[in-house]
Structure formats: C-alpha cells, structure tokens
C-alpha cells in the first residue's frame, strides 16, 4: 500500500507542469502631471517707451500645455492700467496687444487695462490642447506731449496669468 500511496504522489509530482499556467499577465503605467506653465521672455526691469509715442514690443511669452482642450489666459496692470509716477495724481496712459506668432491679435488680449481708477484685466480660453505656443506683449503709448504730465518716472506693472478652465 505505500509503494501505491508513493507511485501515486509520483506521479501527481510528475504530472503537475502538465497543469501549470502557460502565460501570465501585468499591468504598467505612467503617471503624466497637468502641466499648464508661462515662463517669459520679457526684460527683468522697466522698458522705456517713447516719449513720441508708439508701439514698443516688451518681448515673448511661452506657454506650454499638457491640458487636453481649453485653458485661459488672463492680463492684469498694477495701477489699473495706466502708468504712474509717485506723488502725481495724473497718470499716463496705454494700451496693450497680445499676438500669435505670425502677428495676429489674440480676440480678447487687446486693449486698454483700465482708467487709473477701475481695473479692466482682459481674459481668453484659449483652445490648443497639448502644445507649446508663443506669444508677443505689445504695448502702444500716445506721445507725452499731448498729456499735462509732471516730470516723473511713469511706471506700472503688466501680469500674464494661465489657468485651466
């Protein structure tokens, strides 16, 4: 009885890979963050514009995007839109322009930022998806002989924002 009990663990101990699992299966991943970033190729410090007046181009913004449709771009000013010099109540001011690369106005990233009184930011979605997109800030000033101006160093501070939507 026991070589039977023996020849029979045998031969389950033999036949056992005949049963065994011939493939097995994993899963993998990866992990992408959002990634929706402005870095800026403007000047560090103030630009000079014109006393004569005119259209000054501050430099580029690029915008890179990992978000599937649509983000926003907001343009914001510091002194409501209009630069100011400390200790004078009047105020210079400008307007401003954001373009594609190949020079077209963004619809809504134009105009002025507001009256020195009331803040006017301008805002738009902008659908690109998955990209990387270069933009131009343009800011447009009237010459400064057609404002009473104080002598003083007329300053204001232009900000780009991107957020999802």
């Keep these: 009885m026991k070589k039977l009990a023996l020849i029979a663990v045998?031969?389950?101990l033999v036949s056992a890979p005949l049963f065994a699992a011939n493939s097995t299966t994993t899963q993998i991943k990866a992990?992408?963050?959002a990634d929706l970033s402005i870095t800026a190729g403007l000047p560090a410090g103030p630009t000079t514009l014109p006393l004569a007046g005119g259209t000054t181009t501050l430099g580029t913004?690029?915008?890179n995007s990992?978000?599937?449709g649509a983000w926003n771009i907001t343009v914001s000013s510091l002194n409501k839109g209009v630069m100011k010099a400390p200790g004078v109540s009047v105020f210079y001011p400008y307007?401003?322009?954001v373009k594609t690369g190949g020079g077209t106005s963004v619809p809504g990233l134009s105009g002025d930022l507001g009256d020195g009184t009331t803040a006017a930011d301008k805002s738009a979605n902008v659908t690109t998806g998955v990209a990387t997109v270069v933009y131009t800030l343009e800011v447009t000033n009237?010459?400064?002989s057609s404002f009473a101006l104080p002598a003083g160093e007329y300053v204001d501070s232009i900000?780009?924002?991107v957020s999802t939507l």
């Design 10 to 12: 045998l031969a389950l």
């Design 31 to 33: 992990v992408i963050s």
């Design 61 to 63: 913004i690029t915008v």
């Design 66 to 68: 990992n978000i599937a």
């Design 95 to 97: 307007t401003f322009d």
């Design 142 to 144: 009237a010459a400064a």
């Design 159 to 161: 900000t780009l924002t």
